[in-house]
């Protein structure tokens, strides 16, 4: 049995060393050339240039959840809920209790929460008692799946 373990060891490591040079060289992506690209220029003329720029009579955009308000808050509020790196608010929904519990959480809360949830409860309509404020995270939880009622208030208010 030593002998075949000899042997089995032995052809082993010619086996890999074939396979190594018959597989092909690694493909570069890369321009590692030294000589300078060319570049190509196209002028257009003044009037068809007149002619690509946008419409006046375009209505403007509205805006969504993914971009931001005007130009800020529309009031002067004490606090700001600022957007995530892709732009959208932080709003989420979430079920606890086996999905019998509805919860909205609003993350990225600036400033004094409090005055957060008492004008939130103002332009939703919705009692105040319904707001759960989490002091270790800075994170404000609605009773509900009213995510896009937030987005709305949240957007029409200029976050």
Do not use: C
């Amino acid at each position: 049995m030593s002998t075949a373990l000899f042997r089995a060891l032995a052809a082993a490591p010619a086996r890999q060393s074939l396979l190594r040079t018959a597989l092909p060289a690694p493909i570069r992506f890369r321009n590692y050339s030294t000589e300078p690209t060319s570049t190509t220029t196209t002028t257009i003329p003044p009037s068809e240039a007149t002619s690509a720029t946008t419409d006046e009579t375009a209505p403007a955009p509205t805006p969504t959840p993914n971009s931001p308000g005007p130009t800020g808050p529309t009031k002067n509020y004490p606090f700001r809920v600022t957007r995530t790196n892709s732009q959208a608010l932080a709003v989420y929904q979430r079920a606890q209790a086996g999905g019998n519990k509805k919860l909205t959480l609003i993350k990225k809360i600036e400033g004094d929460r409090r005055a957060l949830v008492a004008a939130l409860a103002e332009g939703l309509g919705v009692d105040p008692g319904d707001f759960i404020m989490n002091n270790v995270t800075g994170h404000v939880v609605l009773k509900g799946h009213r995510r896009e009622d937030v987005i709305a208030w949240l957007t029409k208010e200029g976050f």
